[in-house]
């Protein structure tokens, strides 16, 4: 007789994941979903990323909203958290250890992207859960990519300063989900350029994102008055 073998994965993937699934199928924004579970939108931000635990209050708001059984919702949490224990039980520490250490991890909590947590393991999780990655190699093998197709200057390393840039360009993305814009216009946006290169020299968000947004910028032939919706690719 067959001996049954647990499946056991080799990635972990957050209940937020399924959830941003259902709002893009559904075309509805972050920002509605808090709405409609009735919290704020922070709470959808930190929610998708993976940063909240789902209760059985919350389970059963996701049921009225977006279907599927509480149960259900409950059953997606606890195996999210025992795949992401086991994952990090798997890790090599020094590897994890050298990967803290490239990263902007004190900026990272100070802006408050990741949660200020102790242990390395928490760290590790928790940079892991803001990239969207399942461990150290994927993150490796995917935001390698990135940076050399964001043409930046490169170097035969990919040391701390191209980590840190990873964590930008990530951030980005997940700011990007929660700003409604209006249609890209690349001649306009090329015509800022100047006074966008100068942001570059502020390193708090919360004194250069205020300017980005406040820039004026100039009417284009054959334009429109439509302000620039920067993308990024979608980075996993």
Not at 102 to 126: C, H, N, Q, T, Y
Not at 131 to 159: C, H, K, L, M, Q
Request: charged fraction near 30%; charge should be neutral; include cysteine.
């Amino acid at each position: 007789m067959a001996r049954s073998v647990d499946f056991l994965p080799d990635w972990v993937s957050a209940p937020g994941d399924t959830v941003a699934d259902i709002l893009e199928e559904r075309n509805i924004s972050p920002i509605e979903f808090a709405r409609k579970i009735g919290q704020p939108p922070e709470y959808a931000y930190d929610f998708l990323r993976g940063h909240v635990r789902i209760t059985s209050e919350t389970a059963r708001r996701l049921e009225t909203v977006l279907g599927a059984s509480a149960t259900f919702w409950m059953t997606r949490e606890i195996q999210y958290r025992e795949d992401l224990s086991r994952l990090q039980r798997e890790a090599s520490p020094e590897e994890e250890a050298c990967w803290l250490r490239e990263l902007p991890v004190r900026d990272m909590i100070r802006f408050g992207w990741i949660s200020p947590v102790r242990s390395l393991a928490e760290k590790v999780a928790e940079c892991l859960r803001f990239f969207g990655v399942p461990d150290v190699g994927a993150w490796r093998n995917t935001y390698r990519d990135v940076i050399e197709s964001a043409a930046f200057r490169t170097s035969p390393t990919f040391g701390s300063r191209q980590a840190a840039v990873a964590a930008w360009l990530r951030q980005g993305e997940i700011e990007g989900e929660f700003i409604e814009c209006k249609p890209w216009d690349p001649k306009r946006f090329r015509a800022t350029l100047t006074e966008l290169r100068y942001l570059t020299r502020k390193k708090d968000p919360e004194f250069f994102i205020p300017e980005l947004g406040s820039i004026q910028l100039p009417k284009v032939q054959n334009g429109s008055n439509s302000l620039p919706k920067v993308r990024l690719s979608k980075l996993r």
